[in-house]
């Protein structure tokens, strides 16, 4: 069983930054798969990055492609996703996930979600 809580949403100004975090528990951290997702109004939830266990290996979607970095911290059994530029259209509630083996970008094949947490960016 892994329990994730999302922290760092918030207002951001267009072109700004933002750090989102989200805190894993669980002694198989190490194993997991993580990946960020984010859901608009009226929207589908949609894949934003994903990171393998080792963190070797990132994975972005198109829209977020050199704006956002994914990372992990395995002593603290945390993952990040830095926005940096966000733009109005990243608005969003943001989910983190994990999911045992290899990376997805399904959201369908995630195990196991925060909360989530909210991103509004002002134009």
């Known amino acids: 069983q892994v329990q994730l809580v999302e922290s760092g949403g918030g207002l951001v100004q267009a072109g700004g930054s933002l750090i989102l975090s989200c805190a894993a528990s669980g002694r198989t951290f190490s194993s997991y798969a993580m990946g960020w997702f984010r859901q608009a109004p009226g929207n589908e939830r949609e894949f934003v990055a994903a990171i393998n266990y080792s963190g070797g290996s990132t994975y972005y979607a198109d829209s977020v492609k050199g704006r956002f970095t994914i990372s992990r911290d395995g002593a603290k059994n945390t993952v990040f996703l830095q926005m940096n530029s966000p733009k109005p259209e990243d608005t969003a509630v943001y989910y983190c996930?994990?999911?045992?083996?290899?990376?997805?970008?399904?959201?369908?094949?995630?195990?196991?979600w925060g909360q989530g947490t909210q991103v509004t960016v002002s134009s």
């Open positions: 996930a994990a999911r045992p083996g290899q990376v997805d970008g399904s959201s369908q094949r995630y195990f196991y």
